[in-house]
């Protein structure tokens, strides 16, 4: 078995600056969650693709930004994206995919985390974290575990 780990975070902000806005009946922007449900369909037409997860952020600051001022916050994120995150979450669930809302860690700790568990799990084939996050490529581990940009389309794997 192959278990997807997708980060809800990036591919919403992705979206959100790479297509155009849209709204709803009730005025709400939309279209970053247009995007995120359009790439989860594509991944989701795969055969081998039953087992899934999205990691969503929901800190602007975690305990990184006492451990280092410079560490990354929220300043300058638009408010029609952030407005985006909890419809976005429902939406996920809604296509079947397990949905990691993250309140104190960051999506990456969840995919980090998952990662290692499941490679650990004899059923278990080979986990794709879907992200090209760099920080996530110190999860790869041989083919058990590979870093997938689905946007570029490129695996990252190393010899365990």
Known sequence: MK????????????????????????????G???GLIQSLLYLLREDQV??????????????????????KTGEGTAEELLAQFQLAEKAVSALGVQVWPMDDYEADDALATAARYCSELVEVDQVLICSPDKDLAQMVKGDSVVCYDRVGERSQTRRA
């Open 32 to 34: 970053a969650i247009r």
């Open 50 to 71: 039953t087992h899934i997860a999205c990691a969503f952020d929901h800190v602007i600051k975690s305990f990184r930004n006492d451990l280092y001022s410079g560490y």
């Open 3 to 30: 278990i997807y780990l997708v980060d809800g975070t990036y591919e919403l902000f992705r979206s959100y600056f790479a297509l155009p806005s849209i709204s709803a009946p009730n005025g709400q922007e939309v």
